[in-house]
């Protein structure tokens, strides 16, 4: 078998007490491996995990115990030198979708915000605003280059925050809750967008616990809750098997089967 994309290697994340209170452990041991092409989804109610996990694979969180290889290398175990290597070519291959579209703005205009990650990169500023203009219309947003990200619509932001991660030519993305906060339009424009990238070869790992919107889409199902995996394996036979005490409610309740499980039109 080809070596996976990312092994979580029991991944442990415990917060030290404070004021009083005892240590809390968000993240007890979690393993998993993700193999380029997938298109995983994690799903768990609110605080179970998922946007700390996203965290540690991302490399942008030491967890307090385990490791995350990154094509076979130590984003975590690893010496400094060969840390610092690996994180380079991480963020080449990893583009973060966050949940707070706002918070990832970084651009006055849509344009220049897509043209900060390449620009990162080394790109010289012509390339790296090719690359921006690309992506933009990709995301359906070339008339709105000049505007200010601000500005956008909630739909509109979130596919400004894709366009980013595109021209910087990510093949694997996460995007944390990526409904979130979308009207109905904005979530059918994203739920497009996602299925777009799928066919076009993406790695896509999709924290939610909104699956009903989705879940169609995925070729393998995590459930998350309270730190720890509690099923991992094809969609069809993880929500045979869900248990209602895991927070996550079965997304077929409106849906005959789950290849009907998604707010695309059929
Ligand atoms: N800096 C922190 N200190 C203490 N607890 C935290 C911290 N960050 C997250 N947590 C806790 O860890 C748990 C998991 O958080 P998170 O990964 O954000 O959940 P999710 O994204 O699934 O909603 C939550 O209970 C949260 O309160
Ligand atoms: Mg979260």
Redesign the pocket.
């Known amino acids: 078998m080809d070596t996976p994309l990312f092994s979580v290697n029991n991944i442990c ?1 415990i ?1 030290p007490a404070v004021a009083g209170e005892e240590p ?1 452990t ?1 993240l007890h041991g979690i393993s998993l491996d993700i193999f380029a092409g997938q298109c995983l989804m994690i799903a ?10 996203m965290r540690i694979i991302a490399g942008l969180l030491e967890p307090s115990g385990g490791d995350v290889l990154f094509r076979g290398q130590s984003l975590y175990g690893a010496r400094s030198v060969e840390r610092r290597e690996t994180e380079k070519a991480l963020r080449r291959e990893l583009g973060l979708v966050f949940q707070d579209a706002d918070a990832q703005i970084v651009g006055e205009t849509a344009i220049e915000d897509a043209a900060f990650g390449p620009e990162n990169l080394g790109l010289s500023a012509a390339d790296a605003n090719a690359c921006a203009d690309k992506a933009l219309a990709a995301m359906g947003l070339a008339e709105k280059r000049d505007n200010a990200p601000r500005r956008l619509s909630g739909g509109e932001k979130r596919r400004l925050a894709i366009a980013g991660v595109l021209a910087m030519g990510c093949n694997t993305i996460i995007m ?1 809750e990526p409904f979130a906060n979308l009207d109905w339009p904005g979530v059918v424009q994203t739920l497009n967008i996602i299925r777009d990238l799928k066919n076009d070869g993406k790695t896509l790992i999709i ?1 939610t616990h909104e699956l009903e919107k989705v879940l169609a889409l995925a070729d393998r199902l995590v459930i ?1 809750h309270q ?1 720890i995996i509690r099923h991992d394996g094809p969609p069809a036979e993880v929500v045979e098997q869900l248990n209602p005490a895991w927070g996550v409610r079965d997304p077929r309740r409106n849906y005959a089967a789950v290849k009907d499980c998604s707010w695309l039109e059929h």
Do not use: E, I, Q, V
């Open positions: 994340k917060f809390f968000a768990g109610s609110n605080g179970s995990g998922k946007t700390l996990l944390d924290l998350l730190g």
